[in-house]
């Protein structure tokens, strides 16, 4: 099994479980490997520890509670598994910048208010896009939307989406995405991470990165085509690992939703790392003939 696929495993045993009392061997055991070997495994992988992960989760967690629920602080504390009322507002409150009773009455009311309307064009979305840094693009941008949602998170306040709005034609897809220049990362291998949650994908979704030199050739890309997400999945960790040349130009990273459904995204991190974590680059060549071939069209 790779270690992309452990960390998934282990991370939705973590989601299933999130509730309950779990410890760095319980979920070393179930994925297989000392407590050691998977605390260092994990934080290489995902970027934080275990308990910071737990930790981040479970806030979250709590964050969702007070804004749709009406159960008492100290009872979201207990059930998030912090130890008191005061360690939970201490943990809550170094995280999201204010304590839980400030932030329930400040965003409760928005709570279910995040919608953002479609753009008319590409330009346009990039300039009115709900997700600073981020726009909509795509064969059918207008059949879809990106914005802001404060109920479905993996980590903080807020995650990202992108939906399908109309039935779609065959082979539609939009992306909500990103690019920026290459330079600063020139001759390094570099991971695009993050956190996705699926709703009724019925096509395929997945993370997606690109290598540009100056004429607009790819260089290096990925878009998880032999790993794709589809169907309602729970929040997981993917990854793409893709190296870039010393002519590159241009440097694009997003997510992409082909067909209909729904996808969350949370917690992305653009990194480099070292030559030992393999690449997930697709082979987008293709191989030259030597000479023309059926000029007459007839075989």
């Known amino acids: 099994m790779s270690t992309q696929r452990i960390i998934q495993k282990s991370i939705a045993y973590m989601e299933q479980h999130l509730e309950e009392q779990l410890t760095l061997a319980d979920i070393a055991s179930y994925a297989g490997f000392s407590p050691y070997h998977f605390h260092r495994l994990f934080r290489r992988e995902v970027g934080m520890n275990i308990a910071d992960y737990l930790r981040k989760r479970r806030l979250c967690y709590a964050a969702q509670l007070l804004l749709h629920t009406e159960a008492a602080i100290i009872d979201i504390s207990l059930h998030c598994h912090f130890e008191s009322q005061e360690s939970f507002t201490r943990a809550f409150k170094k995280l999201y910048g204010m304590p839980p009773g400030r932030y329930r009455k400040i965003f409760a009311v928005h709570a279910h208010h995040s919608h953002y309307p479609k753009g008319e064009d590409h330009m346009q979305q990039q300039a009115q896009s709900p997700l600073k840094g981020w726009f909509l693009s795509g064969s059918h941008p207008q059949d879809y939307e990106i914005g802001v949602d404060r109920a479905t998170v993996h980590q903080g306040s807020t995650s990202g989406y992108l939906r399908a709005l109309t039935p779609m034609e065959d082979g539609a897809f939009a ?28 096509d395929y979704c997945g993370l997606w990165m690109r290598v540009d030199n100056r004429a607009e050739d790819v260089l290096q890309f990925d878009n998880m085509n032999n790993r794709r997400i589809v169907g309602s999945t729970h929040w997981n960790h993917y990854a793409i690992v893709l190296d870039v040349p010393e002519d590159s130009a241009t440097i694009s990273i997003g997510v992409l939703l082909m067909g209909a459904g729904k996808v969350w995204v949370d917690s992305f991190r653009f990194e480099e790392v070292d030559l030992s974590v393999p690449t997930t680059n697709l082979d987008v060549h293709y191989e030259l003939l030597e000479e023309p071939a059926n000029l007459s069209f007839e075989e």
């Open 175 to 202: 992306t909500m995405m990103q690019q920026f220049k290459a330079d600063k990362y020139a001759g390094k291998r570099m991971r695009f991470s993050g956190f996705v949650k699926t709703e009724n994908v019925k």
